[in-house]
């Protein structure tokens, strides 16, 4: 792939996220990403999806869309200070620190990130019970805001909605390494909405 075709990737992404945080059905936006993202993974030039994988009919699977798992929640910043220093393949080490804690109802709580370095950005990861069953083993994203993955709000009401969790592109070729959930990002419930897992 040519830096051409990630540039292309990444426009695509904040495109998509545009759009959903425009639409004011929930069940419509995630219609909406849904098709897009897969459309992404079979057919984009960027995709992280293996040629030889791409006709495998659970590529880009996603689970109906559930009300249950949407949430605006507020940051808690009153937290001790922490931070992670995060060693990647392809971005070398990727450091993080914590903004704070959102807290769901029935689900759980969730380390809420700031990449500290060039392009800042807001990160949530998630690994729940499904993983290793029907979601990626390591976990999966819900907001990766330098990438275009950003579902709207600020910090009095940030938008954590489950069911755009998604794969990261590890969870497709192995020679990706990306900045997986640590112990303040793992919910001791299922999480049984999102993209799942078909590799």
């Not at 393949?89 to 809420?112: A, K, N, Q, Y």
């Not at 999966?140 to 938008?159: N, Q």
Request: charged share 25%.
């Amino acid at each position: 792939m040519s830096a051409f075709d990630v540039a292309h990737w990444r426009r695509s992404t904040f495109d998509i996220y545009r759009q959903v945080r425009a639409e004011p059905d929930h069940v419509k936006a995630h219609a909406l990403w849904a098709s897009a993202r897969r459309e992404m993974l079979l057919n984009h030039p960027a995709s992280p999806v293996k040629p030889e994988d791409r006709g495998n009919p659970g590529i880009g699977g996603v689970a109906d869309y559930d009300a249950s798992f949407r949430f605006v929640a507020g940051l808690d910043s009153d937290v001790p200070a922490l931070t992670r220093d995060v060693q990647t393949g392809t971005d070398g080490v990727v450091p993080f620190e914590r903004l704070g804690i959102v807290r769901l109802e029935g689900i759980g709580e969730l380390d809420v990130w700031r990449l500290t370095t060039y392009g800042g950005g807001i990160f949530v990861p998630m690994r729940d019970t499904t993983a290793g069953r029907s979601s990626y083993g390591a976990g999966r994203y819900l907001l990766d805001t330098i990438k275009g993955a950003d579902l709207g709000g600020d910090a009095g009401g940030l938008v954590i909605d489950l069911n755009f969790a998604y794969n990261p592109s590890c969870a497709y070729d192995e020679a990706w390494a990306c900045p997986l959930p640590g112990p303040g990002n793992r919910l001791d419930v299922d999480v049984p909405v999102g993209e799942q897992y078909g590799g």
